[in-house]
C-alpha cells in the first residue's frame, strides 16, 4: 500500500485483478521487443518512477527511448491535456487549421526557433520519427534532384523503408525483406578517429570516378543514441555544413532522441553554431509521450506540393495541447541550465566510480541526461547481464551500440537529484557485482 502526494491511498492490484504475462505470450506478436527485458506488468508511473501491479517501484533510466524527457504525467503538462478534454477541444484533426495546432506552432516559433536565430517551416508528416526522416527524405531528393544520401556507420533513424535505407543495424536491415539502396555508408569519425571522414566524403562526391552518385543531402545524428551515444565533435559538424554548403547538397539532423533539450541545450546541433537545411524531431516534441512529430525546413526546400506527404495522425491535437506546455516548461523553468547540472552530476560520479571497478577499458561518455558506459572491451554478454541485474535491482534501463555493449542511461530532464543519485548507485552496484563474477 502507497500514499500519492495527495493523501490518497494507492493500492497494488488485488490478486484476482492481477494480469497474468501469458496473456501477451499467447496473443501478442512475436515482434515484442522491451517487455522481454522487463516482464512485469506495469500499472502506473509518475515523473521518473515506474509501478508494477504489485506496487514495486523502478527508476526510469530508459525514458521512453527518449519521449520522455519531461518525465512521466508531468503534472504542468498533464493538466493542460485534461482542461483540452474537459473542454471537449478537437482530437484528431488530419491537417486542419485548429486552434491547438496553432498555439503549438506559435510558441515554437516564437520561443524556441526565432531566439535561436533559425528560420524554418514546420511540417507535420506522421506521429512518429520515422515519418519525420521519410518526409525529411523526401524533401531533400525532390529539392536537388538527386537520389542518393550519405549517412553515417551506427546511425538508427527508423523501420519504415525510406528510414531504414540510412539506419545502419543489422538486424533491422534485414527485416525488411527487400534490397535497401539510395544511401551511401560514411564511417563515424568516432569509430574510425585516424580516418579523415570529411575527404572521404569530399572524395566520393568530386571524383569522377568513386563510383558513388553526388547525395541530396548527408544526415547525421549530433549524438547518436541506438549506435551508442557517440558524439559528434563540433568541428566535425562546422567541417560537414561546409561541405554540403560547398556541393549544393543539404544537411539534415536528426534530433529525434537528442533534441528537446535533452542535451541540454534544446537542439543538440546548437553548441557547434551551424544551421541544418533540415530539421528531424519526434519523441519528447509530444510533451508527455503523446506521439507527434516533426520535419523543420528552411523556406527555400519548402518543395513539397500539397497531399504530397500526408498521414492520418498529422494533426493529433492531444500531442500539440502537451507539446506547447512542454514547450514553456523548458523556456520558463530554464531547464537548459538544470540539464547541464545533471550532467556534471553524472560526469562526476561516473568518474569517481568507474575507475574503483578496475575493469578494462570502461569508458562513459554522455550530453545532459544522455549517457552510455562502455563494455565494449567484454563480451556483449557483460553488458546483457548488468541490465537484467539493474531490473531486478529497481532500475529499468537499455543497452545501445555495437553488438548491444553500451549500458545506456537515459533519464528525464527533470529526474529530481536524490532518485537520479539513487538510480546511477544501482546501476554501479550492478556494474561491480557482474564484473565481480565475470570470467574470461
Known amino acids: 500500500m502507497l500514499s500519492d502526494k495527495k493523501g490518497c491511498v494507492i493500492m497494488g492490484l488485488k490478486e484476482e485483478e492481477k494480469i497474468d504475462t501469458a496473456l501477451f505470450e499467447e496473443y501478442e506478436s512475436n515482434v515484442r521487443s522491451y517487455c522481454r ?33 519531461f518525465g512521466h504525467n508531468n503534472e504542468a503538462v498533464k493538466r493542460k491535456v485534461i482542461e483540452y478534454l474537459e473542454n471537449d477541444g478537437m482530437v484528431h484533426g488530419l491537417d486542419l487549421y485548429s486552434q491547438a495546432k496553432a498555439e503549438f506552432i506559435k510558441t515554437l516559433e ?43 556507420m551506427g546511425g538508427f533513424h527508423g523501420m519504415s523503408i525510406g528510414a531504414l535505407e540510412a539506419t545502419s543495424e543489422e538486424l533491422a536491415r534485414k527485416a525488411s525483406g527487400v534490397v535497401l539502396g539510395n544511401v551511401t555508408r560514411i ?18 562526391i568530386s571524383n569522377d570516378h568513386s563510383g558513388v552518385e553526388k ?34 547538397v543539404l544537411l539534415i ?29 519526434a519523441k519528447s516534441i509530444g510533451g508527455i509521450g503523446m506521439p507527434l512529430a516533426i520535419t523543420l525546413l528552411k523556406p527555400e526546400y519548402d518543395v513539397l506540393s500539397p497531399g504530397e506527404h500526408n498521414g492520418t495522425f498529422r494533426g493529433f491535437n492531444l500531442a500539440f495541447v502537451a507539446g506547447k506546455a512542454a514547450l514553456d516548461m523548458y523556456v520558463d523553468e530554464n531547464m537548459e541550465s538544470e540539464t547541464r547540472r545533471k550532467e556534471e552530476l553524472i560526469r562526476r560520479f561516473f568518474d569517481e566510480k568507474l575507475p574503483i571497478l578496475h575493469g578494462k577499458n570502461i569508458k562513459a561518455r554522455g550530453l545532459g541526461v544522455m549517457w552510455g558506459v562502455d563494455f565494449g572491451a567484454y563480451p556483449a554478454k557483460v553488458s546483457f547481464e548488468i541490465r537484467k541485474l539493474c531490473f ?12 548491444d555493449t553500451v549500458v545506456k542511461i537515459m533519464t528525464a530532464c527533470t529526474i529530481p537529484d536524490d532518485i537520479l543519485m539513487k538510480g546511477l548507485n544501482i546501476v554501479f552496484e550492478a556494474m561491480k557485482e557482474v564484473l565481480g563474477s565475470f570470467k574470461e
Not at 55 to 66: H, I, N, P, R
Open 187 to 204: 564511417p563515424h569519425p568516432l569509430d574510425n578517429p585516424n580516418f579523415d571522414t570529411i575527404g572521404y566524403m569530399e572524395m566520393l
Open 37 to 69: 527485458k522487463y516482464p512485469v506488468v506495469f500499472t502506473r508511473a509518475k515523473g521518473s518512477l515506474l509501478y508494477d501491479q504489485n506496487d514495486t517501484e523502478y527508476v526510469d533510466f530508459l525514458c521512453g527511448a527518449g519521449a520522455l524527457n
Open 110 to 152: 516564437e520561443r524556441i526557433l526565432k531566439p535561436r536565430g533559425l528560420n524554418y517551416k514546420v511540417m507535420f508528416p506522421g506521429p512518429a520519427g520515422t515519418l519525420a526522416v521519410e518526409a525529411g527524405l523526401k524533401v531533400a531528393r525532390k529539392a536537388t534532384g538527386r537520389s542518393n544520401v550519405f549517412a553515417l
Open 392 to 403: 531486478e535491482k529497481g532500475v529499468i534501463l537499455e543497452l545501445c551500440g555495437r553488438e
Open 253 to 281: 539532423c536528426d534530433e529525434i532522441q537528442a533534441g528537446c533539450g535533452r542535451t541540454g541545450p534544446f537542439f543538440s546541433f546548437e553548441p557547434s553554431g551551424i544551421v541544418p537545411d533540415i530539421v528531424l524531431m
Open 215 to 248: 547525395p541530396a543531402a548527408i544526415l547525421v545524428e549530433t549524438v547518436q543514441g541506438e549506435g551508442g551515444i557517440n558524439i559528434l565533435p563540433p568541428e566535425w559538424l562546422q567541417a560537414v555544413r561546409k561541405l554540403c554548403d560547398k556541393h549544393g
